[in-house]
């Protein structure tokens, strides 16, 4: 079953968001299945956005994802990867639609409140990176034949 990696960064839990935005994804019929709120060190944050480590921006954003507790999510469900996105929205939350969670919270890209993986691969990486087997509920919900035929 597909799953992705979900972070409220600690702009989003400072700003008192973070049951709005589990909502959502909750509402939507995905499931979730790890969940933790941490203080990334740097170490982490620096694996986690490694992608990122030659660009401008690199040191502020490892900083500020560092600066205080996140939630770190793992969800489930068909199509969740890109469909998270969608529900994210776009990266600079001043150009991302309304109806998502940066379009309707958001104004800046340094403090767009949330992280989604943007592949399958890079989901399983960060998966791996943030969380253990061991922290991750194999379950399955009784609302499924009520979302899935
Ligand atoms: P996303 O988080 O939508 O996957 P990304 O992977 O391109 O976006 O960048 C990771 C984060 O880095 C992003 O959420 C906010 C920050 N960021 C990206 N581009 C930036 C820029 N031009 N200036 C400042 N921060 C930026
Ligand atoms: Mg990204």
């Given at each position: 079953?597909?799953?992705?990696?979900?972070?409220?960064?600690?702009?989003?839990?400072?700003r008192g968001?973070?049951?709005e935005?589990?909502?959502?994804?909750e509402?939507?019929?995905?499931?979730?299945?790890?969940?933790?709120?941490?203080?990334?060190s740097?170490?982490?944050?620096?694996?986690?956005?490694d992608?990122?480590?030659?660009r401008?921006f690199?040191?502020?954003?490892?900083?500020?994802?560092t600066?205080?507790?996140l939630?770190?999510?793992?969800?489930?469900?068909?199509?969740?990867?890109?469909?998270?996105?969608?529900?994210?929205g776009a990266?600079?939350?001043?150009?991302?639609?309304?109806?998502?969670?940066?379009g309707?919270?958001a104004?800046?890209?340094?403090?767009?409140?949330?992280?989604?993986?943007?592949?399958?691969?890079?989901?399983?990486?960060?998966?791996?990176?943030?969380?253990?087997?061991a922290?991750?509920a194999?379950?399955?919900s009784?609302?499924?034949?009520?979302?899935?035929?």
């Open positions: 079953m597909e799953r992705t990696f979900i972070a409220i960064k600690p702009d989003g839990v400072q968001l973070v049951g935005i589990i909502g959502r994804f509402a939507k019929g995905f499931t979730l299945v790890g969940l933790k709120l941490i203080i990334a740097q170490e982490l944050a620096e694996r986690h956005y992608i990122h480590k030659e401008p690199f040191k502020d954003l490892v900083s500020f994802i600066s205080g507790p939630v770190a999510m793992v969800w489930e469900g068909d199509g969740v990867v890109a469909s998270a996105r969608r529900i994210i990266t600079n939350p001043l150009t991302a639609e309304p109806g998502t969670i940066r309707d919270f104004v800046s890209i340094g403090r767009n409140i949330i992280h989604g993986s943007d592949a399958i691969e890079t989901a399983q990486r960060e998966i791996s990176l943030w969380f253990t087997d922290e991750l194999n379950w399955e009784t609302m499924k034949p009520w979302l899935v035929e």
